[in-house]
């Protein structure tokens, strides 16, 4: 067992202030690979990101998705998509939100291992919050905003919460 992930996966905790200090762009693409590496169904990867940089951007999310304040001090945010072209067939399609969300879960365990903080801030299936994001990312047709992650240099000490309950496993039949 290596218990060094399993630690990092149990401290992991959403941040939500940030340092006023890059994240250089070679973990920006440790974090990107972290996400592609996520399971899919049937591997069908239906995924994209969109990294944003760009000061006014992060601040035009930030302050038009009260959800997501905290974007607009973020020195970066990646913008977790569907490729929806690349989703399956049929009742299968809406597995993308599945895959999308392994590329999530996947991207803030690789920041936590960084040493950077993030916190996944929601937006499918929040038709407000994925019209902003169409609009101000110009997301082509086909390409779904699933999530929004600001990230950084966390600003504040993670508060790490214990969440383990054996009351809601059951064993073999409910
Ligand atoms: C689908 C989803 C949507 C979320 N949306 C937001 C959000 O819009 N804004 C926010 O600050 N946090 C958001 N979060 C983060 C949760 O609030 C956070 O994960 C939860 O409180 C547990 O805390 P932890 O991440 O520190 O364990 C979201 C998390 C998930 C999984």
Excluded at 27 to 39: G, I
Excluded at 58 to 82: D, F, Q, R, Y
Aim: net charge negative.
């Amino acid at each position: 067992m290596n218990d060094d992930f399993i630690q990092l996966i149990m401290t992991r905790t959403s941040i939500r202030a940030f340092l006023d200090k890059p994240v250089s762009d070679e973990m920006v693409e440790t974090l990107l690979k972290a996400a592609m590496a996520a399971p899919s169904a049937k591997n069908s990867q239906p995924w994209a990101f969109v990294v944003i940089r760009d000061r006014a951007l992060l601040e035009k999310l930030g302050n038009s998705l009260p959800n997501a304040k905290m974007t607009a001090t973020a020195p970066v945010a990646v913008v977790i998509c569907g490729a929806l072209d690349k989703a399956l067939p049929g009742e299968a399609r809406e597995y993308w939100i599945q895959d999308a969300a392994a590329a999530t879960e996947n991207f803030l365990l690789a920041v936590h291992a960084l040493g950077l903080g993030a916190v996944w801030t929601g937006v499918h299936p929040i038709s407000e919050r994925i019209k902003i994001l169409k609009e101000t990312l110009k997301l082509p047709e086909g390409v779904e905003p699933f999530c929004l992650i600001p990230f950084g240099w966390p600003a504040v000490p993670a508060a790490v919460k214990d969440k383990w309950d054996p009351s809601i496993v059951h064993q073999d039949v409910w």
